[in-house]
């Protein structure tokens, strides 16, 4: 009897086993919302990198989608104050920091960024803590005309002082795009000058060598207006000796004017009396309201792994993040005879000396275009430096409140 119950119980125990797992929901996957600015190109690498990922980490898929660089900041603040945001954007630092003053942003702890260059990460700082994890990097470099130049100048001040020897030669010396984006506040900041000491004897004697500069026709009086893109033609025709660009740049330079390409060399950018180098930044931010945070984050360390960063780094011309991939010898060897190898490596050992670093602040787009609007006053006589750079100094202080 004893022996036909027990059948009996392990028959049943079987049976209800089987239908316990027949019905068991299966475990749902988190589908981490992935956002990039104008990757479309890339879409190779991405897949790639995303299958990878999810090969690793089974309970994770990533839906990636790219958008458009001029739809960029509105749609992603619209997304962020919403309550259903992508779980891991790309953005500039300029908004990242906007987004972390408004309390948008999911802080990162410091043990997330140790495989970082570190004073990537101390430049990216809102308030002393950490919102984003850096993507990739440029950093500009000198792209000079060799037939122009006998010597390619390391400073500003050296750049002035042969400016008057290019302009008897029928040419100038640059086309700064000191009124674009944040250029000038790179430049100030080379010198120690910022926002706080903007209107002091230091600040004022670099906004007036420019200005010296463009009253003396040593450089072309479209300073005030042009961008990047037209000083590079001003270079490709050889209106101008030497452009401050990134490594990309020589590609453009190449297809479309090779004769001046065949006359063209890299050198270091051009620094000033602190000898620190700037830079540009992509990075990732996880909105507040991401609803898998931790996910996001995972996936944002492996695309900045050693591995993906070369890889990414091989395909484009971008500087990598990662500092086991900056001591790649792919940043650290170059071919004499191959321009790009030369400016990469260049422009890599650059990301060693930027400190002091180009901090973002709170409302720095309306920062740069004050510091703009001020060095096209100046450039334009419309006031005294002093007079000018004082009355900026009033409005950056309303503005940082």
């Known amino acids: 009897m004893n022996k036909i119950l027990l059948t009996i119980i392990i028959t ?27 990757m479309s190109d890339f879409a190779p690498y991405m897949n790639e990198v995303i299958s990878n990922f999810e090969q690793e980490n089974p309970q994770i898929k990533i839906k ?22 992508p779980d891991l954007v790309n953005l500039n630092p300029d908004f990242s920091s906007t987004l972390a003053n408004k309390g948008a942003l999911w802080e990162i702890d410091e043990q997330h960024v140790k495989q970082f260059n570190p004073e990537i990460i101390n430049s ?51 086309l700064p795009n000191i009124t674009e984006n944040d250029t000038m506040l790179k430049i100030l900041n080379k010198y120690g000058c910022s926002c706080e000491n903007l209107n002091s004897k230091e600040c004022i004697e670099i906004f007036d ?41 020589l590609s453009m330079i190449k297809e479309n004017a090779p004769q001046i390409y065949n006359q063209t060399d890299v050198a270091p950018q051009l620094t000033g009396s602190i000898g620190q180098n700037d830079f540009s930044l992509m990075n990732f931010v996880i909105p507040l309201r991401a609803k898998h945070k931790e996910d996001a984050l995972k996936f944002a ?41 030369k400016a990469r490596v260049i422009s890599a050992k650059q990301l060693n000396k930027l400190h002091p670093t180009f901090k973002t602040q709170k409302n720095q787009k309306e920062i740069n275009n004050l ?31």
């Open 301 to 341: 360390l492996f695309l900045t792994n050693e591995e993906n960063q070369l890889k990414l780094a091989k395909q484009t011309n971008i500087l990598a993040v990662n500092k086991k991939a900056l001591n790649n010898e792919f940043y650290t060897k170059y071919d004499k005879n191959d321009l790009m190898s």
């Open 124 to 174: 990216t700082r809102t308030n002393g803590k950490i919102y984003s994890l850096p993507w990739y990097a440029t950093s500009a470099i000198t792209i000079y005309n060799k037939k122009l130049l006998s010597s390619v100048p390391k400073t500003y001040e050296q750049m002035a002082d042969l400016a008057p020897s290019l302009r008897n030669k029928n040419t100038y010396i640059t």
């Open 64 to 85: 990636w989608v790219d958008v458009p660089f001029s739809e960029g900041e509105k749609r992603t603040l619209a997304s962020v104050l919403s309550d259903n945001p």
């Open 371 to 401: 510091v703009n609007n001020a060095i096209q006053s100046i450039l334009l006589n419309k006031d005294s430096t002093e007079n000018i750079l004082n009355n900026i100094k009033k409005e950056l202080k309303i503005i940082g409140e």
């Open 209 to 249: 060598m420019f200005k010296k500069l463009y009253d003396n026709d040593l450089i072309p009086k479209e300073t005030v207006t042009m961008t990047l893109q037209e000083a590079l033609e001003k270079y490709m025709s050889g209106n101008i000796a030497l452009i401050s660009a990134g490594a990309n740049f």
């Open 12 to 38: 049943t125990f079987i049976a209800v086993t089987g239908i316990f797992f027949a019905f068991k929901p299966k475990l749902q996957n988190n589908e981490v919302v992935f956002w990039t600015l104008q």
